[in-house]
């Protein structure tokens, strides 16, 4: 558990990402995937329905013994929670209302952010955009990990550890990487998370309180939905920077595991993802990619080839255009 990794920085790169030349050329040959575009009807229907849930799961939580509170914060409250986070990220991608009704997509997103008890989704749109305009980009793309938890986390000990933590470094992350003003909707959300928390405690005690706030932690922790941090992007064969996950947990999480049809083409909503697939299966079929994150994880932990410096980096050049 001691051994040290052999990586000393990230995969620095020189070349522009491939996803928007995939893009144009997929384009060019299979026009038809433009119609894939625009909002998921089910979306807003499919997300107030996990929130009714978890509403219903704080309710019944109240009077249980501390134990079994525990319990179903891990096997259930944690898979909704991640899976919340999900939902957000693509209402982030403006595909419950559409382009034109953008502000709509921000509100519904706070709105999907009360179960999870973290006020996130107004920022989080701000940096995930940037993440798909600047893959890799240094100094603006906040899924890249710090200098400080590439050297720090080499061993599988502490990259055990990492992974239990995800939450707080990419809640962290940010502040030291690329920190923006703050805007008077995160402000907003903040104000309205906490007075939902407020109002929880008073009504239910803390015994909600903590279903909520432990199970977002432990579901975006060391859990199997939480393969997918690792799985996306962190660099397993050289040459590679994104890799697809077709694998059953798709069903959770919105489709996320499509990650190199989701960068090709941010603007189709996550349902449609596989249609993308299945057009243009030629561009995807010799893609490296994943069917079990559990086994993602596993191998990332274990093999000391790998640590959070397994990420392709690129300087970038010109005008940046930061959200």
């Not at 109240?62 to 999900?86: A, E, Q, R």
């Not at 909520?212 to 997918?228: A, D, E, N, R």
Request: hydrophobic share 40%; net charge positive; with cysteine.
């Amino acid at each position: 558990m001691g051994n040290r990794v052999a990586r000393e920085d990230f995969e620095w790169v020189y070349t522009d990402q491939p996803h928007a030349d995939r893009r144009k050329e997929i384009l060019a040959k299979y026009p038809e995937i433009k119609s894939l575009m625009g909002p998921d009807p089910r979306l807003k229907w499919i997300v107030c329905t996990m929130v009714a849930v978890q509403f219903l799961a704080f309710y019944l939580v109240k009077d249980l013994p501390w134990k079994w509170v525990m319990f179903w914060t891990y096997v259930f409250g944690s898979c909704i929670n991640h899976s919340m986070t999900l939902a957000i990220h693509e209402i982030s991608h403006n595909t419950a209302f559409g382009n034109n009704r953008a502000r709509w997509n921000r509100w519904f997103a706070i709105f999907a952010n009360l179960p999870i008890g973290l006020p996130y989704s107004a920022s989080f749109k701000r940096y995930h955009l940037d993440h798909h305009r600047y893959l890799g980009g240094d100094g603006v793309d906040v899924d890249i990990p710090t200098d400080f938890e590439g050297w720090f986390f080499c061993t599988r000990l502490r990259k055990l550890f990492w992974i239990m933590f995800q939450p707080l470094f990419y809640a962290i992350r940010p502040l030291w990487i690329n920190p923006k003003p703050i805007t008077q909707l995160e402000l907003l959300n903040v104000a309205i998370q906490l007075s939902f928390n407020a109002v929880m405690y008073w009504a239910w005690g803390a015994k909600p309180l903590v279903y909520m706030m432990m199970g977002s932690m432990l579901g975006m922790g060391l859990h199997p939905i939480s393969g997918h941090f690792i799985a996306e992007h962190y660099m397993f064969l050289k040459g590679h920077e994104t890799y697809s996950y077709y694998g059953s947990l798709n069903l959770l999480t919105f489709n996320v595991g499509y990650h190199n049809e989701h960068h090709d083409f941010p603007s189709i909503p996550g349902r449609r993802l596989p249609k993308v697939k299945e057009i243009a299966a030629e561009y995807y079929r010799e893609l490296p990619c994943y069917t079990s994150w559990i086994t993602v994880l596993y191998d990332f932990i274990m093999d000391d080839e790998l640590s959070p410096y397994s990420r392709v980096k690129r300087r970038l050049t010109g005008e940046v255009k930061q959200e």
